[in-house]
């Protein structure tokens, strides 16, 4: 059955506010898609890494940006 944890990445749903500046706005879509991924990964941050193509370490450094 299809769920949010066989999409592929390239079906996510982003909604960014049109608010602030540029940088703002793209951080902001970077962090949901993160989350989102993270999420359908169940919270496998190697699975996450290789469904974004990226690697782990950039993978933490993004998460601990946004939890500060």
């Known amino acids: 059955s299809l769920t949010t944890k066989t999409l592929p990445v390239d079906n996510i749903n982003v909604t960014v506010t049109v608010q602030g500046n540029f940088k703002e706005m793209v951080d902001d879509a970077e962090k949901q898609i993160l989350r989102h991924v993270l999420d359908s990964c169940g919270g496998d ?6 469904k974004l193509g990226i690697g782990r370490t950039t993978l933490w450094r993004k998460l601990s940006e946004i939890n500060d």
């Open 45 to 50: 941050r190697k699975k996450a890494s290789r």
